[in-house]
Nanobody, 115 residues
Framework: QVQLVESGGGLVQPGGSLRLSCEAPGSIFSADAMGWYRQAPGKRREWVAGITSGGRPTGFKDSVKGRFTISRDNSKNTVYLQMDNLKPEDTAVYYC????????WGQGTQVTVSS
């Protein structure tokens, strides 16, 4: 049904920044609360941040508080994750998903933080 597409990942040095985007071509999720998740090699997927349908952040994983910002532009049907002061432990594949209705996971976007 809904195809989630994440983009914006890449290789950065510790202390660097990335901005991730989440879109669903052909589908609308502006009425959904949305979240960002990540999965590191050998570990289970974990929740990172959430945002209401109206654009109010609802929470962050403790280890990313003060460094990550979640936002959305419903006119573009897009959710963003701004990541600043990245650390090696942030290395993972990042995914987005609805927190109102659990959709199939997309392919994610790889974030690698390494010197």
């Amino acid at each position: 049904q809904v195809q989630l597409v994440e983009s914006g990942g890449g290789l950065v040095q510790p202390g660097g920044s990335l901005r991730l985007s989440c879109e669903a071509p052909g589908s609308i999720f502006s009425a959904d609360a949305m979240g960002w998740y990540r999965q590191a090699p050998g570990k289970r997927r974990e929740w990172v941040a959430g945002i209401t349908s109206g654009g109010r952040p609802t929470g962050f994983k403790d280890s990313v508080k003060g460094r990550f910002t979640i936002s959305r532009d419903n006119s573009k049907n897009t959710v963003y994750l701004q990541m600043d002061n990245l650390k090696p432990e942030d290395t993972a594949v990042y995914y987005c998903n609805s927190m109102s209705r659990r959709l199939d996971w997309g392919q994610g976007t790889q974030v690698t933080v390494s010197s």
